[in-house]
């Protein structure tokens, strides 16, 4: 779609980027949780690529990315809008719909808040006072892709406020609605709602969906999906066939052996945290002057038991710098790198300044610990003896 448009206003400038005023209604601005039409402007030796669009009064407000030449203020330029990105998010707002209205009769109490419709992935965000688990959105995802394959027709009408008779069963936050007149979204038969989004003529143009993810506890609750519904079960089948012939079970027993094994972890963990107390580490002295500095290297021993060590060892000794390091197959390592309180150093500083650990870690100036690509302790020992050399 190519429209004529006029460049009324430039609100803000900062590089390539700007955000202009235009009059004429080629782009459908923002609404209903889905971002605005993108597309391009084009006038004699100017181009931008229009990334967004917003609804200011009877003009629109758009960001830009200027391409070529200067913002032509005052003059008319050749507005195209991405009908294919516009076609994708019009499919991806009535899968919402759908979806929505499957997870809401499914799951009576839950309630639909808003929604953020994305190219590639959206999301919905509801409130339930309820669990929410994998199974409630297998049984929605499958109800919605019936509905999908109903070819049920889709209807968007303009409803006056007056028509009190007309909004009998359609949802609606009258909270959020300014205009005189409501936009209302319907699926013959299915679901009614006012929105201000775009959407197909059918619910069989969207395809299909498959819900992606989910997070959050009661009572707010976020679920994803995406229309790219063979392209995922073709995804997720190629990892669920090697994880079931590496793992030895069928492919619908994987939830319980990976729930087995989970309590299984757990419960090391448990003793784990009760054994870590007695761990005592044979420390090498490296340097007792000015500042003592131990070391202690080991192949594939876990931080979390050596940390109770290293924390317990610079309580015992505030005067001391120690290092322990972890080597693993392959020459990495993990590592911890701790100080007393009575030293001043910076051990965050030291791993950016040796990058020969290849060493990457989070912490604070006296403790770091994280994972390095280089293993070798005699590189290790070298890095914290240059800290008291400073």
Same mark, same amino acid.
């Given at each position: 779609?190519?429209?004529?448009?006029?460049?009324?206003?430039?609100?803000?400038?900062?590089?390539?980027?700007?955000?202009?005023?235009?009059?004429?209604?080629?782009? &459908?601005?923002?609404?209903?949780?889905?971002?605005?039409?993108?597309?391009?402007?084009?006038?004699?030796?100017? =181009?931008?690529?229009?990334?967004?669009?917003?609804?200011?009064?009877?003009?629109?407000?758009?960001?830009?990315?200027?391409?070529?030449?200067?913002?032509?203020?005052?003059?008319?330029?050749?507005?195209?809008?991405?009908?294919?990105?516009?076609?994708?998010?019009?499919?991806?707002?009535?899968?919402?719909?759908?979806?929505?209205?499957?997870?809401?009769?499914?799951?009576?109490?839950?309630?639909?808040?808003?929604?953020?419709?994305?190219?590639?992935?959206?999301?919905?965000?509801?409130?339930?006072?309820?669990?929410?688990?994998?199974?409630?959105?297998?049984?929605?995802?499958?109800?919605?892709?019936?509905?999908? =394959?109903?070819?049920?027709?889709?209807?968007?009408?303009?409803?006056?406020?007056?028509?009190?008779? &007309? +909004?009998?069963?359609?949802?609606?936050?009258?909270?959020?609605?300014?205009?005189?007149?409501?936009?209302?979204?319907?699926?013959?038969?299915?679901?009614?709602?006012?929105?201000?989004?775009?959407?197909?003529?059918?619910?069989?143009?969207?395809?299909?969906?498959?819900?992606?993810?989910?997070?959050?506890?009661?009572?707010?609750?976020?679920?994803?999906?995406?229309?790219?519904?063979?392209?995922?079960?073709?995804?997720?089948?190629?990892?669920?066939?090697?994880?079931?012939?590496?793992?030895?079970?069928?492919?619908?027993?994987?939830?319980?052996?990976?729930?087995?094994?989970?309590?299984?972890?757990?419960?090391?963990? =448990?003793?784990?945290?009760?054994?870590? =107390?007695?761990?005592?580490?044979?420390?090498?002295?490296?340097?007792?002057?000015?500042?003592?500095?131990?070391? +202690?290297?080991?192949?594939? +021993?876990?931080?979390?038991?050596?940390?109770?060590?290293?924390?317990?060892?610079?309580?015992?000794?505030?005067?001391?710098?120690?290092? +322990?390091?972890?080597?693993?197959?392959?020459?990495?390592?993990?590592?911890?790198?701790?100080?007393?309180?009575?030293?001043?150093?910076?051990?965050?500083?030291?791993?950016?300044?040796?990058?020969?650990?290849?060493?990457?870690?989070?912490?604070?100036?006296?403790?770091?610990?994280?994972?390095?690509?280089?293993?070798?302790?005699?590189?290790?020992?070298?890095?914290?003896?240059?800290?008291?050399?400073?």
């Amino acid at each position: 779609m190519k429209r004529e448009v006029r460049v009324e206003e430039i609100l803000e400038r900062s590089g390539k980027k700007a955000t202009i005023r235009v009059s004429g209604r080629v782009f &459908r601005p923002s609404g209903g949780g889905q971002p605005g039409d993108s597309g391009w402007l084009e006038g004699e030796s100017f =181009r931008a690529d229009v990334r967004d669009c917003t609804a200011a009064g009877n003009d629109l407000i758009l960001s830009i990315v200027v391409k070529e030449g200067e913002i032509p203020l005052g003059l008319e330029v050749t507005a195209t809008v991405d009908e294919e990105r516009g076609r994708r998010l019009s499919r991806m707002h009535t899968g919402e719909h759908i979806l929505s209205r499957a997870l809401e009769n499914q799951l009576p109490g839950l309630y639909v808040e808003k929604v953020s419709v994305g190219e590639k992935e959206s999301t919905v965000f509801m409130t339930f006072d309820g669990e929410i688990g994998w199974d409630d959105l297998f049984r929605a995802e499958e109800t919605a892709n019936g509905v999908i =394959r109903a070819d049920l027709p889709v209807r968007v009408e303009r409803v006056s406020r007056g028509s009190e008779e &007309r +909004f009998k069963d359609v949802k609606i936050k009258w909270d959020r609605i300014t205009d005189r007149d409501v936009s209302v979204v319907s699926i013959e038969g299915y679901d009614s709602i006012a929105c201000s989004g775009s959407h197909v003529g059918s619910t069989a143009e969207v395809g299909g969906l498959i819900v992606t993810g989910f997070k959050g506890s009661a009572p707010e609750w976020e679920v994803r999906y995406t229309l790219d519904r063979q392209e995922m079960l073709e995804k997720h089948s190629r990892v669920v066939r090697v994880l079931s012939r590496e793992i030895g079970c069928e492919e619908e027993k994987l939830p319980s052996v990976m729930a087995r094994l989970q309590e299984e972890r757990r419960e090391a963990l =448990r003793k784990l945290d009760k054994a870590r =107390r007695y761990i005592e580490i044979p420390w090498e002295h490296l340097s007792e002057e000015p500042v003592r500095v131990l070391f +202690f290297g080991i192949e594939n +021993f876990p931080l979390e038991l050596a940390s109770s060590g290293v924390k317990r060892k610079i309580e015992e000794d505030p005067e001391c710098i120690v290092g +322990f390091v972890s080597q693993e197959e392959g020459g990495g390592a993990d590592f911890i790198l701790a100080a007393g309180d009575q030293v001043k150093v910076d051990l965050r500083g030291l791993l950016k300044e040796r990058e020969e650990l290849q060493a990457k870690g989070g912490g604070a100036h006296c403790w770091v610990q994280g994972r390095a690509g280089n293993g070798s302790l005699s590189l290790w020992k070298r890095a914290l003896l240059s800290v008291v050399d400073k």
